[in-house]
T-cell receptor
Framework: GAGVSQSPSNKVTEKGKDVELRCDPI?????LYWYRQSLGQGLEFLIYFQGNSAPDKSGLPSDRFSAERTGGSVSTLTIQRTQQEDSAVYLCASSPKAFGVEETQYFGPGTRLLVL | GNSVTQMEGPVTLSEEAFLTINCTYTATGYPSLFWYVQYPGEGLQLLLK?????DKGSNKGFEATYRKETTSFHLEKGSVQVSDSAVYFC?????????????FGQGTILTVHP
């Protein structure tokens, strides 16, 4: 079946604007993850969902960042009042795992965000 | 906290050369270890993994052995191809309440010339 998809693939925005990034996980995968890949910081964990709940939000860099997941499927990462340091590639991954069991994560192609 | 350190790149090799990319980690408990690869224009893909000490992960001619005594998970390939040119990331999953939260190294760019 289809892999993890993300939209948009590229997003250019002006500083101070809000952006929404979307992730469609592989059908049936219960776990969903957001990561950020930037030049200065490498790949960083942002948030993890198990079903619709987020037991681990420890990686969100500030209160301008939020995420939700509905119906145990699609997830949206929202960045409010974007700053230039938010420019990065935002990656989404999903895995079939039940909580507490290690499973392979499958990554989407990412959304490249540029804040001018 | 948990961390992963991998050798700085970029690494440039000729086709059929031997490849080693070093990776060491710091973690409490018994993490699972991974190598991910990102080919040009593509998303991250799992290359191989090992979930306990002395396990060897292997795939596409690549191998890595989980060495608890040296906290290492070095990636090796005996004969690289041009198609192996990519960015390679070492990562760990510390497990426990952090299950699924991957901690990545900085990535190593590999370029293989014909």
């Amino acid at each position: 079946g289809a892999g993890v998809s993300q939209s948009p693939s590229n997003k250019v925005t002006e500083k101070g604007k809000d952006v929404e990034l979307r992730c469609d996980p592989i059908s049936g995968h219960t776990a969903l993850y957001w990561y950020r890949q930037s030049l200065g910081q490498g790949l960083e964990f942002l948030i993890y969902f198990q079903g619709n709940s987020a037991p681990d939000k420890s990686g969100l860099p500030s209160d301008r960042f939020s995420a939700e997941r509905t119906g145990g499927s699609v997830s949206t990462l929202t960045i409010q009042r974007t700053q230039q340091e938010d420019s990065a590639v935002y990656l989404c991954a999903s895995s079939p795992k039940a909580f507490g069991v290690e499973e392979t994560q499958y990554f989407g192609p990412g959304t490249r965000l540029l804040v001018l | 906290g948990n961390s992963v350190t991998q050798m700085e790149g970029p690494v440039t090799l000729s086709e059929e050369a031997f490849l080693t990319i070093n990776c060491t980690y710091t973690a409490t408990g018994y993490p699972s270890l991974f190598w991910y690869v990102q080919y040009p224009g593509e998303g991250l893909q799992l290359l191989l993994k090992a979930t306990k000490a002395d396990d060897k992960g292997s795939n596409k001619g690549f191998e890595a052995t989980y060495r608890k005594e040296t906290t290492s998970f070095h990636l090796e390939k005996g004969s690289v191809q041009v198609s192996d040119s990519a960015v390679y990331f070492c990562a760990l999953d510390a497990g426990g309440t952090s299950y699924g939260k991957l901690t990545f190294g900085q990535g190593t760019i590999l370029t293989v010339h014909p």
